[in-house]
């Protein structure tokens, strides 16, 4: 199949589909052309992307992932390139407010194919602070840290605070029409390289998150990402989670 049969062949399904759901709620014309004017100013916001992402990126991801391999998740709007290594760790670049507790998280990463590990693998993280902001001019809770020869890990950083999202925007007003909340639940962003190929993009997420169960990303959170923090004193606590990389990306061919 061309990539014009494929285009087709998509559009036509879709309609399908869409007309299905106009005969079975009886919408309106009147209803649709309010639909295609919220998609209009969607568009005209610049967040078509996000909406689309928030009923999709998972049904899309997980069509793609390899069996026994850790989940993938999207790698979401606020990932920069360019992170600094940091040698002992610690993501952290600037004091922290009153609120702030330290989290180290250590694991393993290994090849869910063969099971061995990957030596020097390198995790590129990133993540919203204790007020669930995220850093776009430095690098604070940012950074790329190698695994040793066996392939384990550490970096310490903050416990991620929940944080909303399109408080403003069109997806926000959807939200609102539908009776939902805007948060994200709490979550740190990571990628695994291997020989300088990405092999993982995926988020973890704290068990103790609020919004735990009702992430709006829809499908984003599943129990095999979820961390399980240990307090060490009323400041601090530690995590295990150890990562299973896909096999080296190869040509993918469509179903």
């Known amino acids: 199949m061309d990539e014009t049969e494929r285009l087709a062949a998509i559009w036509a399904r879709m309609v ?33 992307r996000s909406l689309v992402d928030v009923a999709l990126s998972m049904t899309s991801v997980d069509a793609f992932q390899q069996a026994n391999t850790t989940r993938s998740n999207p790698e979401g709007p606020y990932y920069r390139p360019g992170a600094p290594i ?7 670049e600037r004091p922290t407010g009153e609120t702030a507790k330290s989290l180290t998280v250590r694991g393993r990463v290994t090849d869910a194919e063969s099971g061995e590990p990957l ?14 902001n995220y850093d776009h001019v430095g690098f604070h809770l940012r950074g790329r840290v190698r695994a040793d020869g ?21 997806i926000g007003e959807l ?15 990571l990628k695994v390289h ?6 993982l993009t995926t988020q973890l997420y704290m068990a103790d998150a609020r919004h735990i169960d009702s992430d709006y990303v829809i ?9 399980n ?4 004193d009323s400041r601090k606590s530690v995590a295990t989670f150890d990562l299973a990389v896909p096999s080296p990306e190869r040509p993918q061919e469509r179903r």
């Open 229 to 232: 923090r240990q307090p060490l």
């Open 150 to 170: 066996d392939g384990a890990y550490e970096f310490t950083t903050l416990v991620p605070a929940e944080y909303t999202e399109h408080d403003e925007d069109p």
């Open 86 to 92: 940091r040698p002992d760790g610690v993501l952290l």
């Open 16 to 48: 399908a589909v869409l007309q299905d759901v106009v005969r079975e709620f009886n919408i309106t014309q009147d209803e649709l052309h309010t639909a295609a004017e919220y998609l209009t100013r969607a568009a005209h916001a610049g967040v078509m």
């Open 119 to 132: 030596a020097n693998a390198e995790l590129d993280l990133w993540q919203a602070d204790e007020c669930g």
């Open 219 to 227: 499908g984003a959170v599943s129990a095999d990402l979820i961390v």
């Open 175 to 189: 939200f609102t029409a539908l009776g939902r909340h805007n948060y994200r639940a709490a979550h740190i962003h």
């Open 194 to 199: 291997v020989d300088g190929q990405e092999r």
